[in-house]
């Protein structure tokens, strides 16, 4: 696993970024107070890395983060689980998509966030 940047890795196809205003001129239009996220597209490999190392990009190394990794990756393989989002909040926030996602999912997902 390599840790070397989680963050702007992949950023959204223009059709993501234009939900993604719309969504928020919704949620503005219900009164809901939010910080500004950005929302990164990762395949589910990079999506179960990031997982295991629990959202943060650099972690000391344990062989913990492997065996929760690995634990991701054969979830979703045997069709146990499946990671959608991973959202750390912070200021902006930082919300990781699934690559496979549908387009109803990716839009379900970001109004989540």
Do not use: C, W
Request: glycine share 6%; proline share 4%; aromatic share 16%.
């Amino acid at each position: 696993m390599s840790t070397s940047s989680f963050i702007g890795t992949r950023r959204l196809p223009r059709y993501l970024l234009e939900e993604q205003e719309r969504i928020a001129e919704s949620a503005r239009a219900f009164g809901l107070d939010f910080f500004d996220t950005i929302f990164e597209m990762v395949p589910y490999y990079q999506m179960s890395e990031i997982a295991a190392y629990e959202g943060f990009p650099i972690r000391y190394p344990h062989y913990r983060f492997g065996m929760e990794y690995e634990r991701f990756r054969k979830s979703d393989e045997y069709g146990l689980s499946r990671i959608y989002e991973l959202v750390i909040n912070n200021n902006p926030g930082v919300a990781y998509l699934l690559e496979g996602n549908s387009l109803v999912d990716q839009k379900l997902v970001m109004a989540h966030v």
